[in-house]
């Protein structure tokens, strides 16, 4: 054979290896079994497709030199490096039985040599605790096995002379082919793993990702459906509320507890921490407040008490600021304990004044036994007394700046003239604003008492 | 022990704070001074860590002492009444001298 056709022979074989490798690794149970589900289906279907190939590799032997080079153990081999001993044996023993039945003074060397290729390839991927061996480890492995192959025509093919003539002209062309398929294919196979790898620690990131998305929509749903749905009407008052929880959720919440006839309790808090553990201490606090200023006891006795029920509760270092006042429309007085909140400001629509509604009172949860001092304020029909969280006043924007205390006053004092409700919703656009294009990081909670009814 | 806190101690940077104050418990310090010159910010979340450190040292017989605190910091402790449960101090040194003398 010239030395052209037999390059362009070659490479004919090569690629018929190759698109078959491709083929074959690309199929479902193929990447089943690489996952290690070796199921009677799998394995036998990995039996009849690499018996199959390994039968292909008999007839389709290139003749080189004048001796026929094979790759008829490739198949049983890969078959047994990917899907154990039984896929390997399987497979030899098909390629095997083909190879025997053609006869000839090699056949039963060159059939049993290929039915052990198939089971040592099985032998391998155990040792390898049930894992493909690698690139280079396979082929390694072909060497071996090929090696082996020659090894048994010459120890049982007779006569001796002709077996030794036989191998001295096949053993490296068969060597040298089998180990290049096996490259081929064990190349295909760890590239085919890797992707697998790749594949399913980017399902485990995307896991993560919406197992954290599903946290901040319960959450945020908890803390909204603990919010009040609707504002209490107070005879010659106009009240109005808003909280805009940020993406994680800070456990932000205002109330309305009806404390007894005609007086109301207006409560504004901040649950220290974000997410879940945030909203499910605000339900706890929140719950512990209705609780204990239920029979209007007093601002302070009932700030005292859940204090008392809060910090037994609170895991270390769990807090929470709450204002708490309750509003008598009768004596248009709000008696009022600060536990630790923003002090929230009130303006004299007279003298257009500010004052910041503060009684020193340390925030809820922190020290067992804290005393809860108690002020009042009288409120003007004139006067306007804004409550809010922190999430208002340490909004950042663009520039260093937070929107801070006195932004809040001056919108205050510029929109006096609106309803408590249009006053919420212009500060928070503001605060919003403020923001532009930064993610909101805390929850912005806002509530509004004018002296004025809402007529 | 003193440590130096810097910048914005806000929710990431207050859970850095955490494991650093941890880590210290675990080596066996027990009276730590915070000196909180160069923290510009403080966050709920920052004001938590500081309160679960305190906790934590107090429940061991040791104490956490903070110094030169800015006034916006200092006025957030004054909101949330935590003036009332942190021993403050104008510098480190009158801080750690107080524990010297067994304050």
């Known amino acids: 054979m010239a030395a052209e056709t037999l390059l362009l022979t070659l490479i004919d074989k090569i690629c018929v290896i190759m698109v ?6 690309r199929t479902r149970r193929f990447s089943e079994v690489l996952d290690g589900r070796l199921t009677r289906e799998n394995q036998g279907a990995l039996i009849l497709v690499f018996g199959g190939f390994s039968i292909f590799g008999t007839v389709s032997g290139v003749e080189i030199f004048g001796v026929i080079a094979n790759v008829r153990d490739l198949g049983p081999m890969i078959g047994g490096l990917v899907g154990g001993p039984v896929v390997g044996l399987g497979a030899g023993l098909i390629g095997g039985v083909h190879r025997y039945l053609l006869g000839g003074f090699t056949g039963p060397a060159c059939s049993l040599a290929t039915v052990l290729a198939g089971f040592l390839g099985g032998a391998v991927y155990l040792l390898n605790r049930r894992r493909f061996v690698g690139v280079g480890g396979a082929v390694v492995f072909s060497v071996f096995a ?3 192959h020659m090894l048994l025509v010459l120890l049982i093919s007779q006569p001796y002379d002709e077996a030794v003539m036989v191998v001295r002209e096949t ?3 068969m060597i040298a082919s089998n180990a290049f398929g096996m490259l081929v294919f064990a190349f295909m196979i760890s590239n085919l793993i890797k992707e697998r790898k790749t594949a399913s620690e980017r399902d485990e990131y995307l896991d993560e990702l919406e197992k954290k998305r599903m946290e901040l929509l319960i959450a945020r749903e908890i803390q909204e459906s603990f919010l009040p749905e609707t504002v209490p009407e107070v005879l010659g008052f106009d009240l109005a509320a808003k909280s805009i929880p940020a993406k994680e959720v800070g456990g932000d919440f205002y109330d309305f507890i009806p404390v007894s006839e005609g007086k109301i309790g207006l409560v504004i ?3 220290s921490g974000k997410s879940v553990p945030a909203a499910l201490f605000m339900v706890l606090a929140r719950a512990i407040l209705r609780a204990t200023a239920t ?4 601002p302070s006795e009932a700030a005292r008490r859940a204090n008392d029920l809060i910090a037994a509760d609170a895991k270390s270092g769990m807090f929470v600021t709450l204002f708490y006042g309750i509003l008598d429309p009768g004596s248009r007085t709000l008696r009022y304990v600060n536990a630790g909140h923003n002090p929230p400001a009130v303006l004299d629509g007279e003298t257009g004044e500010i004052a910041l509604l503060r009684t020193g009172g340390i925030a809820m ?3 067992e036994g804290a005393d809860m001092e108690e002020r009042e304020v009288v409120l003007g029909e004139e006067d306007t007394v804004l409550f809010y969280t922190d999430g208002v006043i340490e909004a950042t924007g663009g520039g260093p700046d937070q929107f801070g205390i006195e932004r809040l006053v001056s919108l205050i004092r510029e929109n006096d003239h609106l309803p408590a409700a249009d006053l919420v919703e212009k500060i928070a656009a503001e605060v919003v604003a403020f923001g532009g294009d930064r993610p909101q990081f805390d929850d912005i909670t806002l509530m509004a008492l004018k002296g004025r009814g809402a007529g | 022990m003193i440590v130096l ?5 806000d929710a990431p940077s207050s859970e850095e704070l955490k494991a650093d104050m941890e880590g210290l418990i675990g080596e066996g310090w027990r009276k730590i001074v915070a000196n909180m010159e160069e923290v510009d910010y403080i966050s709920s979340s920052g ?5 679960s450190t305190l906790k934590k040292l107090r429940s061991l017989g040791g104490d956490l002492k903070l110094a030169s605190l800015r006034p916006y910091v200092r006025e957030t402790f004054e909101i949330a009444g935590f003036t009332q449960l942190f021993k403050i101090y104008d510098g480190e040194e009158e801080a750690a001298g107080d524990f010297r003398r067994g304050g």
């Open chain 1, 146 to 148: 090929v090696s082996l």
């Open chain 1, 20 to 25: 078959a490798a491709y083929l074959i690794t």
């Open chain 1, 269 to 271: 808090a901040d649950v």
């Open chain 1, 171 to 173: 053993a490296v062309p």
């Open chain 1, 295 to 298: 029979g209007d006891p007093g």
């Open chain 1, 365 to 367: 949860g922190v020290m």
């Open chain 2, 47 to 51: 004001l938590r860590v500081m309160l």
């Open chain 2, 5 to 9: 806190p810097a910048g914005r101690l």
